[in-house]
């Protein structure tokens, strides 16, 4: 069974910092993998994905995430954190195959900016 | 407005009721999926549909169950043998040319 680890329930940085919230993943395929974002009492939002193209990828709101096969992880970063970033990011995996469309969640990491 | 609309936002149930959850989209999407989220466990997969009049389980479906008569429509209903319904419900949906799921604004159940 597939499964994604997210390091670290909380993650707080002060305004203008370095983002880091961490997912490394289980999957004997190359995976889809995602990042998404909530806000609180409301639904998903997608902020990037990979899907076997660029390892880099870029999503919206300037954050980025890095493929790394050989480390199974696909960690999240923003190089200058903003008050609207404060959120739960979830990443989330598609193994595809015969579970393609379903995911596999990580436990989320809430982001706390301070001033 | 096009989107996913799920119903209500909050809603609250009597230990032994049954409820149901509705979630409407106008994407012409095929597949839908209902996922519970609990604080601290990110969100499970309770049951999922690929195309009209066929569903399938997810990983929590015990207490739960859907119907899925539209393309349109994925109902999910609580029913009084979900031990713990007390969650935040989504529903998503994905279209056969996307690789990522969209998602609803979620409805918030809690048992009184």
């Known amino acids: 069974a597939q499964s994604v680890t997210q390091l670290g329930s909380h993650v707080s940085v002060s305004e203008g910092a370095l983002v880091l919230l961490r997912c490394n993943y289980s999957?004997?395929?190359?995976?889809?993998l995602f990042w998404y974002v909530q806000y609180p009492n409301q639904g998903l939002q997608l902020l990037l994905k990979?899907?076997?193209?660029?390892?880099l990828v870029k999503g919206i709101n300037g954050f980025e995430a890095e493929f790394k096969k050989s480390e199974t992880s696909f960690h999240l970063t923003k190089p200058s954190a903003h008050m609207s970033d404060a959120a739960e990011y979830f990443c989330?995996?598609?193994?595809?195959?015969?579970?393609?469309?379903?995911?596999?969640f990580g436990q989320g990491t809430i982001l706390t900016v301070h001033p | 407005d096009g989107g996913i609309t799920q119903s209500p936002k909050y809603l609250f149930r009597k230990e032994g009721q049954n409820v149901t959850l509705s979630c409407e989209q106008n994407?012409?999407?095929?597949?839908m999926y209902w996922y519970r989220q609990d604080p601290g466990q990110g969100l499970r997969l309770i049951y999922y549909?690929?195309?009209?009049?066929?569903?399938q389980k997810g990983d929590i479906a015990e207490g739960y169950s859907v119907s899925r008569e539209k393309k349109e429509s994925f109902p999910l209903t609580v029913t009084s043998a979900q031990k713990n319904p007390t969650a935040f419900y989504l529903c998503?949906?994905?279209?056969?040319?996307?690789?990522?799921?969209?998602f609803g604004q979620g409805t918030r159940l809690t048992v009184v």
């Open positions: 998503a949906t994905r279209g056969l040319l996307n690789t990522e799921a969209f």
């Open positions: 999957s004997s395929v190359p995976p889809y």
């Open positions: 990979y899907t076997s193209a660029a390892t």
């Open positions: 989330a995996v598609d193994a595809g195959g015969t579970s393609y469309g379903k995911l596999t």
């Open positions: 994407l012409n999407h095929d597949a």
């Open positions: 549909s690929q195309i009209v009049n066929d569903f």
